[in-house]
């Protein structure tokens, strides 16, 4: 079974700071690898996602992952934290789907990020 | 606006009561799904549609939710015979086939 593991409940960095957000996961064949942020009351807002090729790929707002095939990893990071970055951060996986079938997407339970002015 | 668009926002139901929500997709988008997320959890999968099949479901949906999406367009998500557990915010979103998903601000319930 795949599964997402997302081992800090809260990350907490000063705004100006480098962030990451850590994020390892468990999938049969190759990976397929989701960013999402959620801000209160509101629904999830995809952030990058990767599927083949370089493994640090960048996505909306600034931010970044770099996928670890060694380690299992996708980290999300951002060079410089904004305020307004503090959200709840999901990290989700799903599976080649070699036959061809649907694969369903796993989410971790979420880090949220405090970016302290 | 074009994104995934969800209705109600908010519902508060007694137990015993029957349920449905309304999801519109974005309207190019020909894979639909439903989430369900709890307090301090990560959506968890509940179906999926491609056009208007549904193509899978998840253990976690019971015989007392259905989902059904005539004609392709927009979903609806039933519960029946709502219970306590049952309170949570239940998410739909939308996709072209092999791209990710885009997700509409969710349905609250609240059983009580």
């Known amino acids: 079974a795949q599964s997402v593991a997302q081992p800090e409940d809260q990350v907490n960095v000063a705004e100006g700071n480098p962030l990451t957000v850590k994020c390892t996961y468990s999938?049969?064949?190759?990976?397929?690898l989701f960013w999402y942020v959620q801000y209160p009351n509101r629904g999830l807002q995809f952030l990058l996602k990767y599927i083949t090729g370089d493994n640090l790929v960048k996505g909306s707002y600034g931010f970044e992952a770099e996928f670890n095939k060694s380690q299992t990893s996708f980290h999300l990071k951002k060079p410089s934290a904004l305020v307004s970055d503090s959200a709840l951060y999901f990290c989700?996986?799903?599976?080649?789907?070699?036959?061809?079938?649907?694969?369903?997407?796993?989410f971790g339970i979420g880090t949220k990020l405090q970016v302290i002015p | 606006d074009t994104g995934v668009s969800q209705d109600p926002r908010h519902k508060i139901t007694k137990r015993g009561q029957n349920v449905t929500f309304r999801c519109d997709p974005i309207s190019e988008h020909n894979r639909l799904y439903w989430y369900r997320q709890t307090l301090g959890q990560g959506p968890e999968f509940l179906t999926y549609f491609q056009n208007e099949a549904q193509l899978e479901k998840s253990r976690l949906l019971s015989d007392r939710f259905s989902a059904e999406r005539p004609k392709g367009s927009f979903s609806t998500l039933e519960i029946q015979r709502t219970e306590q557990g049952d309170s949570a915010m239940y998410l739909c979103?939308?996709?072209?086939?092999?791209?990710?998903?885009?997700f509409g601000q969710g349905t609250r319930l609240t059983v009580v």
């Open positions: 999938v049969s064949g190759n990976p397929y």
């Open positions: 989700a996986v799903r599976g080649e789907g070699l036959s061809g079938g649907y694969q369903k997407v796993t």
């Open positions: 979103a939308s996709s072209l086939v092999e791209n990710e998903a885009f």
